[in-house]
């Protein structure tokens, strides 16, 4: 699948599990209950959008095992070296960053970040709002340093804005778990599959299939509105007056 088509579904897998998800333990070990003593059973507004865009970057994060995808241009050589990096640790695109065991140990491996080391938080925080906004095309067609210094821009944006609005990221390690996962669905939703149960390399491709290419009019003409108006939809669900 396409960058905006993982993205999009990392989005509105948030958007509908968020609020079941936030009432489990590790999500309630949230920096208010600390401060204040309440116990949080519900996302604020701010933290769920932020949710849907850190969860719509998670889903691209597999693709960092593909040095020349256009998301591994996002920082530019930053993200590009540690594109390189990751594939070279997987065995290539579509090894084991396509896989049940990277999405979980990345997944409490980023708990475990968040709730000890905040600077590496924020850093992981800003990588996915980087990768969310750059796999939607933020950028300028064929200037890949233009294009990095306005995704760059963008993100300090969006991440000065969540600082504003106190976002807590309690649930930081379970929106990247969840990211991972539906980007792992959506690629056995295609011909070539995924090693799941990596380390063993047999690729499973899902029973139901549709046999959808990457980039043909199926995908860009029919899915992708689909996917828009099933998130602007879900944010109106979530965001509406009880």
Not at 48 to 77: E, K, R
Request: a positive charge; one cysteine or more; charged letters at 10%.
């Amino acid at each position: 699948m396409m960058g905006h088509t993982h993205a999009m579904t990392g989005a509105i897998a948030w958007l509908g599990l968020a609020p079941p998800l936030a009432a489990l333990p590790l999500v309630n070990e949230s920096s208010r209950f600390i401060e204040t003593g309440i116990m949080a059973t519900a996302l604020s507004p701010a933290e769920l959008i932020a949710g849907a865009i850190i969860c719509a970057g998670a889903a691209m994060l597999p693709d960092l095992d593909h040095p020349s995808a256009t998301i591994a241009q996002t920082f530019g050589p930053i993200t590009w070296a540690l594109a390189k990096v990751v594939a070279f640790l997987s065995g290539g695109h579509r090894g084991a960053t396509h896989s049940l065991v990277f999405a979980v140990a990345l997944g409490f491996g980023t708990h475990f970040l968040a709730g000890t080391y905040p600077i590496g938080r924020d850093i992981m925080v800003v990588l996915l709002i980087g990768l969310a906004l750059r796999a939607i095309g933020v950028g300028i067609p064929g200037n890949k340093l233009g294009s990095a210094m306005v995704n760059a821009g963008l993100t300090a944006g969006l991440f000065a804005v969540f600082l504003s609005l106190e976002v807590g990221y309690a649930w930081l390690g379970l929106a990247v778990a969840v990211g991972c996962l539906i980007h792992v669905v959506g690629d056995c939703m295609t011909e070539r599959g995924c090693p799941v149960l990596w380390p063993l390399s047999v690729r499973w491709v899902l029973p139901w299939k549709i046999g959808i290419k990457t980039g043909k009019k199926f995908e860009q003409k029919i899915l992708a509105p689909i996917l828009s108006v099933a998130i602007v939809g879900l944010l109106f669900w979530r965001l509406a007056p009880v």
